[in-house]
């Protein structure tokens, strides 16, 4: 069953440093998601991404965050200049043309983000 | 302002019963809602929809219903076992993003 994968599942870096986090949505799929989750707290939406553009974007998704598209299969998440607070799991979600108006979106497993 | 809210944080049920969830939310006219699960350090996993033509939906040991007047929607789970145990979230898509309720860790006690 197609799947959506995400690297690295685990980082830890330093205050300050940049960080890209990676992922392979489901391969037709065209519509493409970040969310975060706060240990212990809930899902929170970060971006959306459709047409090799954001749709949408949350209050959390300032310009320390940036999103891109490379190439035909890798969706990735930059952040520049990381802060403590920004320490979270990170999911990677997509969703295909016929769930446009549903929303039904696939999740990856996440990245740990531990900002030290 | 917009919320989904989940009324319970937590909720353990005796194996066998059956698991009732709440989902409420405010200013929204949501054509669907959807639940999902998710396991500790884990993505969430799409479970049901239901639109609002539909006042009940099932799967297997699933329910769902959905009552636009009162802006709920419930989650019952029959029959539920030990590996029922998880987060259950119910979600609202609108605007090009899907958002998340807080969520309810069930538990199912043996």
């Known amino acids: 069953e197609p799947e959506v994968t995400q690297t690295p599942s685990h980082q830890v870096t330093q205050m300050g440093q940049e960080v890209i986090l990676r992922c392979v949505p489901i391969?037709?799929?065209?519509?493409f998601y970040w969310y975060r989750q706060i240990l212990g707290q809930k899902v929170e939406f970060l971006v959306s991404f459709y047409n090799n553009e954001i749709s949408e974007k949350s209050e959390i998704f300032d310009d320390q965050f940036s999103v891109e598209r490379p190439d035909g299969s890798n969706f990735t998440l930059k952040i520049r200049s990381t802060k403590l607070e920004d320490s979270a799991m990170y999911f990677c979600?997509?969703?295909?043309?016929?769930?446009?108006?549903?929303?039904?979106?696939?999740f990856g497993e996440g990245s740990r983000l531990t900002v030290l | 302002s917009q919320k989904i809210e989940q009324n319970s944080e937590a909720l353990n049920i005796q194996e066998g019963k059956t698991a009732t969830l709440t989902c409420n939310y405010t200013?929204?006219?949501?054509?669907?809602l959807q639940w999902y699960r998710q396991d500790p350090g884990r993505g969430p996993v799409f479970l049901l929809l239901?639109?609002?033509?539909?006042k009940e939906k099932r799967k297997e040991r699933l329910k769902v219903t959905f009552d636009t007047t009162l802006k709920q929607s419930l989650f019952h789970i029959t029959a539920s076992q030990p590996a029922d145990s998880a987060t259950y979230l119910c979600a609202i898509f609108g605007n090009e993003k899907l958002t998340f309720g807080t969520g309810t860790r069930l538990t199912i006690i043996p």
């Open positions: 979600a997509s969703s295909g043309r016929q769930k446009k108006n549903t929303g039904e979106l696939f």
């Open positions: 200013n929204y006219s949501p054509a669907y």
């Open positions: 239901i639109r609002e033509n539909e």
């Open positions: 391969s037709n799929h065209l519509y």
